[in-house]
Nanobody, 128 residues
Framework: QVQLVESGGGSVQAGGSLRLSCAAS????????MAWFRQAPGKEREGLAT????????YYSDSVKGRFTISHDNTKNILYLQMSDLKPDDTAMYYC?????????????????????WGQGTQVTVSS
């Protein structure tokens, strides 16, 4: 079965940077979407960025655009999230997600309901 394992979280001061990793296994083929989400206490799980592994198409939410970068190592099947200029509002549990993209499109969905497979998360805490 699909397995996703996040790592790289921790505590950092505002303005700092962190790089999250998601090691993926248990699936093959093309038309794969991968995404990063986060969830803070009392809030809904928020989509941050998506990546289509076959074409490299990426999308970002307005809250992280210009600060976060999603990338994927196709040879090792590792998803990354490079986070810069971190703010206290970025404090949350960060999750990676994976699913197949059905149809002929190349845009990955941004809603959490579209993703079947999830990691257990890694905590990011940003202090002021």
């Amino acid at each position: 079965q699909v397995q996703l394992v996040e790592s790289g979280g921790g505590s950092v001061q505002a303005g700092g940077s962190l790089r999250l990793s998601c090691a993926a296994s248990g699936f093959t083929g093309s038309s794969i979407c991968m995404a990063w989400f986060r969830q803070a206490p009392g809030k809904e799980r928020e989509g941050l960025a998506t990546l289509y592994t076959s074409g490299g198409n990426t999308y970002y939410s307005d809250s992280v655009k210009g600060r976060f970068t999603i990338s994927h190592d196709n040879t090792k099947n590792i998803l990354y999230l490079q986070m810069s200029d971190l703010k206290p509002d970025d404090t949350a549990m960060y999750y990676c997600a994976q699913d197949r993209l059905i149809g002929g499109g190349t845009r990955c969905p941004r809603a959490k309901v579209a993703y079947l497979n999830w990691g257990q998360g890694t905590q990011v805490t940003v202090s002021s």
